[in-house]
């Protein structure tokens, strides 16, 4: 069985603790034969400011560079509000980002059925939702320069972000969303808003010559971005896989999310380039849920983000989707017996804390594997 070098790292506020759940799951797979895992740990975010005066050191960029994957809690709080904008704590996440070339943001939006009513939506809408939000991440105005504040004088000043996109960024995201739509049920929507940006035009362009070319057999429908905002809160099954830019994928995926009922519920994985000699790709996995630092150290928050992550990286990037698919069960085994972390409880329910509810889905999954 091939060995899977991971690095691990659990960031600021709730991410050790959630961590500390994954941790707990690769040693069970790693002794019951369900995989072969090494791992590393590192700093980045806030914490590895306050150890070395930078989000994410060059010692720990290498072992990212490294590893097959990057698990990654969460980064940022209050704490480090003042600190300088080029070593604020989510430059770390950001700089992962850029220099491993993880440019494909899957942000699944998966309600769970034990979870239906912790929608704001009806049940009807959310029940059995399974959309897949594919973000475009290393292009757009997120990085695009110039990228400026100017003071003009008198009191006024001027800020500039420039949206930037080139054909290749756009034909490599939209490949990764057909490859997802082959997988799941065949359909794919692109957003954007060609009907005031050139780099709109460009994109409807991009991925319609796209399809035609290589993708013919999923259906390919084109929505303008505000328009697949209303429409994900209005009728979200709709949809299959939902491919966008930076900006907008930024906004649409925690639309989506927020349809599940809780940001604490779900993963994300970002991914590079298949590398044609290794057959691997760079990828990290990350909860979707924030630091949370009014929760951090009380034992209170919920790992099932966490863990989900860690079952997308099984999928995307070992190519062990029964394992992933365990884990997946497992999550819905515990939900189904009635146990609540607070940010998902409800009246009848069992609340419990952060080890007691890895545990349980330890447990859950040790009963499937057997």
């Known amino acids: 069985m091939a060995t899977h070098k991971l690095l691990l790292l659990p960031g600021d506020g709730i991410g050790p603790e959630v961590m500390a ?133 008198n009191g ?28 799941r049920r065949n359909k794919v929507t692109s957003m954007e808003k060609r009907n005031v940006m050139k780099t709109g035009v460009l994109w409807n362009e991009t991925m319609t010559a796209l399809h035609q070319r290589e993708f013919k057999d999923v259906q390919l429908e084109h929505i303008l971005a505000d328009a697949g905002g209303m429409m994900l809160v209005r009728n979200p099954k709709q949809f299959d896989v939902v491919v966008t830019d ?29 590398d044609p000699k290794t057959k691997k790709r760079k990828a990290l996995y990350e909860p979707v849920h924030g630091s949370a630092p009014d929760i951090a150290g009380k034992g209170v928050a919920n790992p099932i983000a966490m863990i989900a992550s860690f079952g997308m990286a099984l999928r995307y990037s070992f190519n062990m989707g029964k394992q992933a698919d365990m884990i997946d069960k497992a999550i819905a085994a515990a939900l189904d017996k009635g146990l609540r972390t607070g940010d998902i409880m409800s009246s009848g329910m069992k609340q419990v804390g952060t080890q007691e509810m890895g545990d349980a889905i330890i447990a859950e999954v040790e009963k499937l594997a057997a």
């Open 156 to 183: 006024q000043k001027r800020a500039v972000d420039t949206q930037v996109y080139d054909t290749y960024e756009i034909e490599r995201i939209g490949r990764v969303a057909f490859e997802l739509a082959r997988k």
């Open 246 to 274: 930076n900006l907008f994928g930024d906004m649409l995926s925690d639309v989506a999310a927020m349809l599940t009922g809780s940001l604490g519920m779900l993963g994300s994985a970002s991914l590079g380039d298949i």
């Open 21 to 153: 759940e994954v941790k707990k799951l690769i040693a069970w797979m790693n002794s019951h034969g369900m995989g072969t895992f090494e791992t590393e740990e590192g700093l980045c975010g806030g914490c590895a400011y306050d150890a070395h005066k930078v989000a994410i050191t060059e010692e720990t960029m290498a072992k990212a560079h490294a590893a097959d994957a990057v698990i990654f809690g969460s980064v940022g709080g209050p704490k480090w509000d003042k600190v300088p904008y080029e070593v604020r704590p989510e430059a770390g996440l950001l700089r992962l980002r850029k220099d491993l070339a993880l440019y494909a943001n899957l942000r699944p939006a998966v309600t769970y059925p034990a979870l239906a009513d912790a929608s704001s939506l009806k049940r009807e809408l959310v029940e059995g939702l399974d959309v897949m939000i594919l973000r475009e991440l290393t292009g757009g105005v997120y990085f695009g320069e110039p990228k400026t504040i100017t003071d003009l004088g």
